[in-house]
T-cell receptor
C-alpha cells in the first residue's frame, strides 16, 4: 500500500540554522511527492513537488529531491527564518493521481 | 480564482445538534476531498468525489457523517447528531487531474468545529 513516514517533531531552530525534515515513503508504482506547509490558522499550501525519480522540487529556499533508491524526499533549507515557523507535511500521490497520502506533520518553530 | 472556499470558518454547537459544513471548490476542478484534522489523529481523509460522484467514503467515521456534492461548485459535510469527539478542523480540498494524471490538491482555510 501507500504511506508516508516523516520525522517526529516538534523541531526548534535558531534563525539562520540549517533545516532537514526527513520523509520516507512506501508506494506501488511511481508516485508524485509533495511537501505542504500549514501556517497557524490556515489550510495546507503546496510548498514544492517532484513527479519522478531524481527530480528536485524547490520553492522559497526549500528543496527536496525524489530519491527512489532510498524511497525518500527529505526537506531542506539552508537558512531558516522566523517566518518559516509552521507545520510541514510530506505527501504522496499514487500514479493514478486521485488520492493523497499525508504524513503526520512536523512542527517547526524558528526563534530569533 | 478565489481558491477553495469553506464556510463557516468557526462553528460552535451543542452535542446532539446537526452541523453542516460547506465547500466551494476551485472552478474547473473535478476532484473534491474532505479531511479532518485533530492533534491526536493528524490529517484524515474522510471522503472524496470525482465529477460529483462519491468515490471512496471509507474514511467517514460513522453513519452520523454524510457528504453530498449536488453540483460541481458545491459540497456539504453534515454531522447529525454531533458529539464532542467530532471537534476538529475540517478541510475541503479540490484538484484537477488533467491529461498528465498528476494533480495538486488545493486546500480551503478550514472550518474549526467545537461541539460542547
Amino acid at each position: 500500500g501507500n504511506s508516508v513516514t516523516q520525522m517526529e517533531g516538534p523541531v526548534t531552530l535558531s534563525e539562520e540554522a540549517f533545516l532537514t525534515i526527513n520523509c520516507t515513503y512506501t508506494a506501488t508504482g511511481y508516485p508524485s511527492l509533495f511537501w505542504y506547509v500549514q501556517y497557524p490558522g490556515e489550510g495546507l499550501q503546496l510548498l514544492l513537488k517532484a513527479t519522478k525519480a531524481d527530480d528536485k522540487g524547490s520553492n522559497k529556499g526549500f528543496e527536496a529531491t525524489y530519491r527512489k533508491e532510498t524511497t525518500s524526499f527529505h526537506l531542506e533549507k539552508g537558512s531558516v527564518q522566523v517566518s518559516d515557523s509552521a507545520v510541514y507535511f510530506c505527501a504522496l500521490s499514487s500514479n493514478t493521481g486521485n488520492q493523497f497520502y499525508f504524513g503526520t506533520g512536523t512542527s517547526l518553530t524558528v526563534i530569533p | 480564482d478565489a481558491g477553495v472556499i469553506q464556510s463557516p470558518r468557526h462553528e460552535v454547537t451543542e452535542m446532539g445538534q446537526e452541523v453542516t459544513l460547506r465547500c466551494k471548490p476551485i472552478s474547473g476542478h473535478d476532484y473534491l476531498f474532505w479531511y479532518r484534522q485533530t492533534m491526536m489523529r493528524g490529517l484524515e481523509l474522510l471522503i472524496y468525489f470525482n465529477n460529483n460522484v462519491p468515490i471512496d467514503d471509507s474514511g467517514m467515521p460513522e453513519d452520523r457523517f454524510s457528504a453530498k456534492m449536488p453540483n460541481a461548485s458545491f459540497s456539504t459535510l453534515k454531522i447529525q447528531p454531533s458529539e464532542p469527539r467530532d471537534s476538529a478542523v475540517y478541510f475541503c480540498a479540490s484538484s484537477f487531474r488533467g491529461t498528465s494524471g498528476k494533480n495538486i490538491q488545493y486546500f480551503g482555510a478550514g472550518t474549526r468545529l467545537s461541539v460542547l
